[in-house]
């Protein structure tokens, strides 16, 4: 695998204190090269100076956006050959990303990868998706050249609420001839009570 560069976008409302202890999981945790964007829907509670502080990118929205709009935001922006969507209250293990990525491109027609939640098996296991209606959706990783043939998040056609705009893109993918996969070896810790 060719090293590439992945685009992190972190949409984020008031929450301020998880996203510093997301940000700090990633400067501790990832190896491979990234750049992380936050995408703040109107928080008031510090975040921007939080940000500023951290030299962190950030576009400040003026108010509170959808799930989808704000993730939005943040691929218009991003630079990396691989996209990763993180929500704000996910703190992230030891060679998270690698792991993901390896996944990604173990196979030509992978376009997205998503994270076991719960407890970790310590070798990589690449199973097909699933819908799981447990996974509420944190994270996901695809390759920039779906983004350019399924196109931007959009609210679920199939489920009707934010909690599932990840399992409509995985949909959405899949029907233009990607699969998507679990990168097994990847568990992230979520702070449930703050979903």
Same mark, same amino acid.
């Given at each position: 695998?060719?090293?590439?560069?992945?685009?992190?976008?972190?949409?984020?409302?008031?929450?301020?204190?998880?996203?510093?202890?997301?940000?700090?999981?990633?400067?501790?945790?990832?190896?491979?090269?990234?750049?992380?964007?936050?995408?703040?829907?109107?928080? #008031?509670?510090?975040?921007?100076?939080?940000?500023?502080?951290?030299?962190?990118?950030?576009?400040?929205?003026?108010?509170?956006?959808?799930?989808?709009?704000?993730?939005?935001?943040?691929?218009?922006?991003?630079?990396?050959?691989?996209?990763?969507?993180?929500?704000?209250?996910?703190?992230?293990?030891?060679?998270?990303?690698?792991?993901?990525?390896?996944?990604?491109?173990?196979?030509?027609?992978?376009?997205?990868?998503?994270?076991?939640?719960?407890?970790?098996?310590? #070798?990589?296991?690449?199973?097909?998706?699933?819908?799981?209606?447990?996974?509420?959706?944190?994270?996901?990783?695809?390759?920039?050249?779906?983004?350019?043939?399924?196109?931007?998040?959009?609210?679920?056609?199939?489920?009707?609420?934010?909690?599932?705009?990840?399992?409509?893109?995985?949909?959405?993918?899949?029907?233009?001839?990607?699969?998507?996969?679990?990168?097994?070896?990847?568990?992230?810790?979520?702070?449930?009570?703050?979903?």
């Amino acid at each position: 695998m060719t090293v590439s560069r992945t685009t992190l976008i972190i949409p984020t409302y008031k929450a301020k204190d998880n996203l510093e202890a997301c940000v700090n999981a990633i400067r501790s945790h990832t190896d491979d090269p990234y750049e992380i964007i936050i995408i703040d829907n109107g928080s #008031n509670d510090g975040t921007d100076d939080y940000c500023r502080k951290e030299r962190l990118t950030m576009v400040s929205l003026p108010w509170n956006h959808t799930f989808h709009s704000a993730c939005n935001f943040g691929l218009k922006l991003s630079v990396g050959d691989n996209l990763l969507i993180l929500k704000h209250n996910v703190l992230v293990s030891p060679h998270w990303l690698s792991e993901m990525l390896q996944c990604l491109y173990s196979e030509d027609d992978i376009g997205i990868v998503r994270p076991l939640l719960g407890p970790a098996t310590g #070798n990589l296991k690449v199973t097909e998706g699933q819908l799981n209606e447990n996974d509420p959706g944190v994270c996901i990783l695809f390759k920039r050249d779906l983004l350019q043939k399924v196109g931007f998040l959009q609210k679920s056609r199939m489920y009707g609420d934010h909690d599932h705009v990840f399992d409509d893109y995985c949909s959405r993918a899949r029907d233009a001839g990607y699969r998507w996969m679990v990168a097994g070896n990847v568990t992230l810790n979520i702070d449930y009570a703050h979903l």
